[in-house]
T-cell receptor, first 113, second 118 residues
Framework: GQNIDQPTEMTATEGAIVQINCTYQ??????LFWYQQHAGEAPTFLSY????GLEEKGRFSSFLSRSKGYSYLLLKELQMKDSASYLC??????????????FGPGTRLSVLP | ETGVTQTPRHLVMGMTNKKSLKCEQH?????MYWYKQSAKKPLELMFV???????ENNSVPSRFSPECPNSSHLFLHLHTLQPEDSALYLC?????????????????FGPGTRLTVL
């Protein structure tokens, strides 16, 4: 079956660093995505990993270990505007025309002053 | 503004009504998606269209009927819905690479339609 796990909620302080973990078990793997979703808004793309290792984009970094079925999103220098839900999603088909995306439940991050 | 628009933004309907949700993307993408987002549940992929052809249908009840007349427009026709179908319905689009290699396939989401079934 398809299963993606994330912590339900996390709290951190402005200026701090937070790591949001994601573990997955899917029938196939062809990339892992992180999206940010503010309350009442659409998800927006943050990062994409298909090979093992760390991808860095400004204050946000994402790590992938395919052998462990594990990823994390690292947010540095937290700002109040980073309070949102963070969604982990796996694309579980290997060909370009089969795009089945499985989303985790999301992690609601609250950044406190 | 992501380049994906959805109408209406809010919809209240009875179980015997027929309504349609509309999605339009202005990004020149070749793939479009319908998702359902319910409270306390993960985002669920409902339908995928590549080049106007439906390629995924994740066991969605027949009371939801998608239509993709061209690569820029996507509809979700609704009829005889149940109260448990109340949710946020999100449309997304992406550009799928057509010649070899892995497509990043970043999805751009619309703002969603908040549906309430009475």
């Amino acid at each position: 079956g398809q299963n993606i796990d994330q912590p339900t909620e996390m709290t951190a302080t402005e200026g701090a660093i937070v790591q949001i973990n994601c573990t997955y078990q899917t029938s196939g793997f062809n990339g892992l995505f992180w999206y940010q979703q503010h309350a009442g808004e659409a998800p927006t793309f943050l990062s994409y990993n298909v090979l093992d290792g760390l991808e860095e984009k400004g204050r946000f970094s994402s790590f992938l270990s395919r052998s462990k079925g594990y990823s994390y999103l690292l947010l540095k220098e937290l700002q109040m505007k980073d309070s949102a839900s963070y969604l982990c999603a796996v694309r579980d088909r290997r060909d370009n025309y089969g795009q089945n995306f499985v989303f985790g439940p999301g992690t609601r991050l609250s950044v406190l002053p | 503004e992501t380049g994906v628009t959805q109408t209406p933004r809010h919809l209240v309907m009875g179980m015997t009504n027929k309504k349609s949700l509309k999605c339009e993307q202005h990004l020149g993408h070749n793939a479009m998606y319908w998702y359902k987002q319910s409270a306390k549940k993960p985002l669920e992929l409902m339908f995928v269209y590549n080049f106007k052809e439906q390629t995924e249908n994740n066991s969605v009840p027949s009371r939801f009927s998608p239509e993709c007349p061209n690569s820029s427009h996507l509809f979700l026709h609704l009829h005889t819905l149940q109260p448990e179908d109340s949710a946020l319905y999100l449309c997304a689009s992406s550009q799928v690479r057509t010649s070899g290699g892995v497509s990043t396939d970043t999805q751009y989401f619309g703002p969603g339609t908040r549906l309430t079934v009475l």
